[in-house]
Nanobody, 120 residues
């Protein structure tokens, strides 16, 4: 099992920046992908960005060039630097890890979510 705790959400004006943090604990040795998802009101949860254990990254088209995902394997943390924020970025942001257990197989873990609101 992996437990995730998020922080860094809040209210910001358009064009502003926020940095989200997620700390993982538990069976962190089983994690091979860390990611950020978001869910806007009335919408489905979608992938924002992910990063592998070796540092390869992937971004949703709408955040490409504005957001940057990174991880600190030593501290078992993943971050999302969000710049040039737009009202469309308003959502609950969730930390996610994808892990492999030799008996269970692949499994996902989720944080509690942190609210990001971009508005004037």
């Amino acid at each position: 099992q992996v437990q995730l705790v998020e922080s860094g959400g809040g209210f910001v004006h358009p064009g502003g920046s926020l940095r989200l943090s997620c700390a993982a604990s538990g069976s962190t040795f089983q994690i091979f992908i860390m990611a950020w998802y978001r869910q806007a009101p009335g919408q489905q949860r979608v992938l924002v960005a992910d990063i592998t254990s070796t540092g390869s990254t992937n971004y949703r088209d709408s955040v490409e060039g504005r957001f940057a995902i990174s991880r600190d394997n030593g501290k078992n943390m993943v971050f999302l630097q969000m710049n040039s924020l737009k009202p469309e970025d308003t959502a609950i942001y969730y930390c996610n890890t994808r892990s492999v257990d030799p008996r269970v197989g692949h499994y996902d873990s989720w944080g509690q979510g942190t609210q990001v609101t971009v508005a004037s």
